[in-house]
T-cell receptor, first 113, second 112 residues
Framework: NAGVTQTPKFQVLKTGQSMTLQCAQDMNHEYMSWYRQDPGMGLRLIHYSVGAGITDQGEVPNGYNVSRSTTEDFPLRLLSAAPSQTSVYFCASRPHAGGYGYTFGSGTRLTVV | EDKVVQSPLSLVVHEGDTVTLNCSYE??????LLWYKQEKKAPTFLFMLTSSGIEKKSGRLSSILDKKELFSILNITATQTGDSAVYLCAVDWGGATNKLIFGTGTLLAVQP
């Protein structure tokens, strides 16, 4: 099993550019989420999904969009990149809405200049 | 405001030492507490704790939860250089978002 696959691993964007971070899981997990990790602030929830066609906002959703057309895929779109979005982004999934640990992807290190 | 606080922020030990990492929380809708190990990349799951007083063990690592005092500890005995990592504590929040609320982590460095 590949688990949770994120692409790309690294990305440099210019302010104002848009891009999509890809996340795919092959474990048939219902619950998927995006976190960002910043020094001194821990991991913070951006958006999450409890199943195909259902998404909702987390703690820090501004500047990001998501969609969940299939169980496997949960892309994160940056609409107009800003330097404040420089961070490491993790996609994570788990079988149910609760009661299980997350499986994390390997992360995307994004720099916005 | 829900929060998870880890201490110490960092520590340096020598191989063979025993370390205790602390995690305290103030979270409504507590469902469980999880520990993760993060080396250069993604966090990897260590333990999930749901009941007070029941120790979970995996090799040299062990963890216990106190739901009355709202804390957990992670013990590592006979530390090795491979234990060097950031250890993350997270609380599984049972509210609408079903999110994990993370602490900022403890950076452990094990010197030979």
């Amino acid at each position: 099993n590949a688990g949770v696959t994120q692409t790309p691993k690294f990305q440099v964007l210019k302010t104002g550019q848009s891009m999509t971070l890809q996340c795919a899981q092959d474990m048939n997990h219902e619950y998927m989420s995006w976190y960002r990790q910043d020094p001194g602030m821990g991991l913070r929830l951006i958006h999450y999904s409890v199943g195909a066609g259902i998404t909702d906002q987390g703690e820090v959703p501004n500047g990001y969009n998501v969609s969940r057309s299939t169980t496997e895929d949960f892309p994160l779109r940056l609409l107009s990149a800003a330097p404040s979005q420089t961070s490491v982004y993790f996609c994570a999934s788990r079988p149910h809405a609760g009661g299980y640990g997350y499986t994390f992807g390997s992360g995307t290190r994004l720099t916005v200049v | 405001e829900d929060k998870v606080v880890q201490s110490p922020l960092s520590l340096v030990v020598h191989e063979g030492d025993t370390v205790t990492l602390n995690c305290s929380y103030e979270v409504t809708n507590f469902r469980s507490l999880l520990w993760y190990k993060q080396e250069k990349k993604a966090p990897t799951f260590l333990f999930m704790l749901t009941s007070s007083g029941i120790e979970k063990k995996s090799g040299r690592l062990s963890s216990i939860l106190d739901k009355k005092e709202l804390f957990s500890i992670l013990n590592i005995t006979a530390t090795q250089t491979g234990d060097s990592a950031v250890y993350l504590c997270a609380v599984d929040w049972g509210g609408a978002t079903n999110k994990l609320i993370f602490g900022t982590g403890t950076l452990l460095a094990v010197q030979p």
